[in-house]
């Protein structure tokens, strides 16, 4: 009874912070890219705004993310 009632309500709030991206790679041919990053967890999906023409982009976003036992988990660096 007591594992059922603690999947019914979230653990706790979790904070994620994008704070920037290091030399990213390239993904453009002729150009530098325009990178961001998409977050989903547990069906929840997020991203940050486009940084465009860099290799060292800076995002500094916080995502907020109520949580009870989260199961799918994915962190994506993208180009647009």
Excluded: C
């Amino acid at each position: 009874m007591e594992e059922e009632a603690n999947d019914l309500f979230p653990w706790g709030l979790l904070t994620m912070i994008v704070k920037r991206g290091i030399f990213t790679k390239k993904m453009d041919m002729f150009s530098l890219s325009d990178p961001y990053v998409k977050v989903n967890l547990d069906g929840v999906k997020v991203q940050t705004h486009f940084v465009q023409d860099s290799h060292y982009p800076t995002w500094n976003q916080r995502f907020f993310f109520v949580v009870g036992s989260p199961t799918a988990k994915t962190v994506e660096y993208l180009d647009k």
